[in-house]
């Protein structure tokens, strides 16, 4: 059977062709898709079949797909682009081959999420429900990298910064994530479901900083900031002001609880409990 991972060169993918090597799927039944195909190096090393795919080249993605029983979608990322246009292009490529399911990632709370990439996430999921292709949504709740990624920042400051006010959140590891993919993947019966995907806790910001300083005895206060601020102060460090103000929107998202997902599909598709605000900190501090 052979599996597809798009967007494979990426964290998220990363992450789920290690767990379909780990799971014992054969190498030479997973193709590994992107466009920076040296960023699969290690991965085709170990046997995994390495492909190029740019979803703005439909002859790529149609050559990728060749062979496909399953597909594992990954949403692109590029900020300004069409991305439901893109992911389009995956989609009916999929439908050419008459794959056996197509999981896509979407995010949490899709259809209410009002957040700029929400909406591009609920157009991909009109764009499946059209399509008549088996799929799969795999609502994907927010990354506890989205903040680890900084620890040693934070720690240095003393503080997090963001824009999320007091709403909660049950954020997930990359990890955790590509976890429950791979579970959809390999399994046989979750065509036509929607899995929401949070962590087993959810927390604000305020609580998260201050598991920040349970953990590593720094002292981390949560910063708020009005939107408006805080897409200053990310640019203020060289960040793109259109990446700036998506984040910026996603912690606005955060703060009216559209990112809190409900349930506790994670836990169940990855057979154990999520994991943990601590042990994620701790993790990103053994790695930084
Ligand atoms: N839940 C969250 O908190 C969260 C946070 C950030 C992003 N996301 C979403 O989840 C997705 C996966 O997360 P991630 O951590 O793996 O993100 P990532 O590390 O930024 O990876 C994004 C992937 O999308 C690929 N991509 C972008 N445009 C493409 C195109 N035109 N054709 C083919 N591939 C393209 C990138 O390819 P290259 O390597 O060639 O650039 C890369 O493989 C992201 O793309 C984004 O949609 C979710």
């Known amino acids: ?21 780990e799971r014992n799927v054969p190498a030479d039944e997973i193709v590994a898709a992107g466009r920076s195909l040296e960023k699969l190096e290690d991965f085709a090393a170990q046997g995994v079949r390495v492909t190029a795919m740019d ?30 246009g893109q992911h389009r292009t995956v989609i009916e490529a999929a439908k050419a081959q ?32 059209d399509a008549g ?28 910064v963001g824009s999320a006010g007091d709403g909660r959140v049950n954020a997930a590891t990359r990890r955790d994530l590509a976890e429950a993919a791979v579970a959809v993947l390999l399994g046989d019966d979750h065509a036509g479901k929607v899995y929401e995907l949070g962590g087993d806790v959810t927390f604000t910001l305020s609580e998260f900083a201050a598991e920040i300083t349970a953990v590593t005895g720094t002292s981390v206060v949560y910063k708020d900031l009005p939107a408006a601020e805080y897409v ?23 703060a009216r609880g559209e990112l809190l997902a409900q349930g506790n599909d994670l836990r169940t598709l990855i057979g154990r409990p999520t994991t943990t605000p601590a042990d994620a900190v701790r993790s990103a501090i053994a790695a930084s």
């Open 55 to 84: 979803y703005d080249d439909p002859a790529s993605v149609a050559a990728a797909l060749v062979g496909a029983r399953k597909v594992l979608l990954i949403a692109g990322s590029e900020v300004g682009k069409d991305r439901p």
């Open 98 to 129: 008459g794959v056996e399911l197509l999981a896509y990632t979407s995010t949490v709370n899709a259809d209410i999420n009002g957040t700029v990439l929400g909406k591009d996430h609920k157009a991909t999921e009109a764009i499946l429900a």
């Open 1 to 21: 059977m052979t599996i597809v991972i798009t967007g494979a060169t990426g964290n998220l993918g990363r992450h789920v062709l290690q767990v379909l090597l």
């Open 232 to 254: 200053a102060l990310l640019t203020s460090f060289g960040m793109p002001q259109a990446l700036a103000e998506i984040i910026a929107d996603s912690d606005q998202g955060l």
């Open 133 to 160: 292709v088996p799929y799969t949504l795999l609502r994907n709740g927010y990354y506890f990298e989205n903040w680890t990624d900084q620890i040693q920042g934070t720690l240095a400051q003393g503080a997090l």
